[in-house]
């Protein structure tokens, strides 16, 4: 299979194959429609897909069936009886990140303790496989820098490989009683939940945002980590970040049309009408009543 990279205006879908059977998939859908994506997969391939925003739908069987996948949540795929072609419906501004491996150099990862791996043992070793989780802060931390990342192209295959391999080592981390001095990912989890709770604060309060001291001081870090971390996690600044939310909440402000533009302005936190309009026209390109009369 060969590395690619697909854009469609503001969707991007990449494939880099980092080594024999092992293969990594993002597709980033920042489209206010959902857009859909699909690819023959090979059922000797086990499938890891993480949603790091948004919502996918994974349809089956021509449709007969679908599994969904929400923000913050992974899905663990496996039939050796059937293949499992991956047949995508991305939501609106949505983004996800898939690790393809071949069960055979899977099973050369964890050759030491296979039957920890239960779907790996030779009683289960023929039978399908399904399990959902939740997205833990250390394993978001390496789908944002995959899925961020700027790289010299002659590096990002190791780095893809790298990065890869780190992330189903936190999937399948069996820790529970690590000491938080000697395990890096623990403070770094620390430190993601604290800024998750920035984020939180800043959309709640997107009128009257804090200032960057004060969220600091809110979530207890200090503003050099709060930017840096952000800035890894959410691809974007502080204010960066809350100016695209802001925006999307009045694009659907108005396509609701239950309020006018200067009662959406106010909405999202612009005292003046004139000063919403140009924050608007910069993010679409347009006017807030232009993109209203272009719904009619």
Same mark, same amino acid.
């Given at each position: =299979?060969?590395?690619?990279?697909?854009?469609?205006?503001?969707?991007?879908?990449? %494939?880099?194959?980092?080594?024999?059977?092992?293969?990594?998939? =993002?597709?980033?859908?920042?489209?206010?429609?959902?857009?859909?994506?699909?690819?023959?997969?090979?059922?000797?391939?086990?499938?890891?897909?993480?949603?790091?925003?948004?919502?996918?739908?994974?349809?089956?069987?021509?449709?007969?069936?679908?599994?969904?996948?929400?923000?913050?949540?992974?899905?663990?795929? &496996?039939?050796?009886?059937?293949?499992?072609?991956?047949? @995508?419906?991305?939501?609106?501004?949505?983004?996800?990140?898939?690790?393809?491996?071949?069960?055979?150099?899977?099973?050369?990862?964890?050759?030491?303790?296979?039957?920890?791996?239960?779907? /790996?043992?030779?009683?289960?070793?023929?039978?399908?496989?399904?399990?959902?989780?939740?997205?833990?802060?250390? =394993?978001?931390?390496?789908?944002?820098? /995959?899925?961020? &990342?700027?790289?010299?192209?002659?590096?990002?295959?190791?780095?893809?490989? !790298?990065? !890869?391999?780190?992330?189903?080592?936190?999937?399948?981390?069996?820790?529970?009683?690590?000491?938080?001095?000697?395990?890096?990912?623990?403070?770094?989890? !620390?430190?993601?939940?604290?800024? +998750?709770?920035?984020?939180?604060?800043?959309?709640?309060? =997107?009128?009257?945002?804090?200032?960057?001291?004060? /969220?600091?001081?809110?979530?207890? /870090?200090?503003?050099?980590?709060?930017?840096?971390?952000?800035?890894?996690?959410?691809?974007?600044?502080?204010?960066?970040?809350?100016?695209? &939310?802001?925006?999307?909440?009045? +694009?659907?402000?108005? %396509?609701?049309?239950?309020?006018?533009?200067?009662?959406?302005?106010?909405?999202?936190?612009?005292?003046?009408?004139?000063?919403?309009?140009?924050?608007?026209?910069?993010?679409?390109?347009?006017?807030?009543?232009? &993109?209203?009369?272009? @719904?009619?």
């Amino acid at each position: =299979m060969e590395n690619n990279i697909k854009s469609i205006a503001k969707s991007t879908f990449e %494939e880099t194959n980092v080594d024999d059977g092992f293969l990594v998939l =993002m597709f980033k859908n920042d489209e206010s429609v959902a857009q859909s994506v699909a690819k023959e997969i090979d059922s000797m391939f086990i499938q890891f897909h993480f949603c790091i925003k948004g919502a996918t739908k994974f349809v089956f069987n021509q449709g007969r069936y679908s599994l969904d996948i929400h923000e913050e949540n992974s899905l663990l795929l &496996y039939n050796p009886q059937q293949e499992l072609p991956i047949n @995508l419906q991305v939501a609106p501004n949505s983004w996800i990140v898939s690790i393809l491996i071949s069960i055979k150099k899977f099973h050369g990862l964890f050759s030491q303790e296979a039957d920890y791996i239960s779907f /790996l043992n030779s009683e289960n070793k023929d039978k399908k496989y399904y399990n959902d989780g939740v997205i833990s802060p250390s =394993m978001a931390i390496v789908l944002n820098q /995959l899925i961020n &990342y700027s790289l010299n192209s002659s590096i990002k295959q190791l780095y893809f490989k !790298a990065k !890869a391999y780190e992330l189903l080592s936190l999937y399948f981390n069996r820790s529970e009683d690590a000491n938080v001095e000697q395990c890096p990912f623990l403070v770094d989890e !620390a430190n993601v939940i604290k800024i +998750r709770k920035a984020k939180d604060i800043i959309v709640s309060r =997107m009128a009257e945002p804090p200032t960057l001291q004060e /969220l600091a001081d809110e979530i207890g /870090l200090n503003i050099k980590k709060l930017k840096e971390g952000f800035k890894q996690i959410y691809g974007d600044s502080v204010f960066s970040f809350l100016f695209d &939310y802001k925006m999307e909440v009045a +694009r659907k402000l108005l %396509e609701s049309g239950n309020n006018n533009v200067n009662e959406v302005g106010l909405k999202v936190g612009y005292s003046t009408s004139s000063h919403f309009i140009a924050a608007f026209k910069k993010k679409y390109g347009t006017t807030p009543k232009k &993109y209203v009369m272009s @719904l009619s």
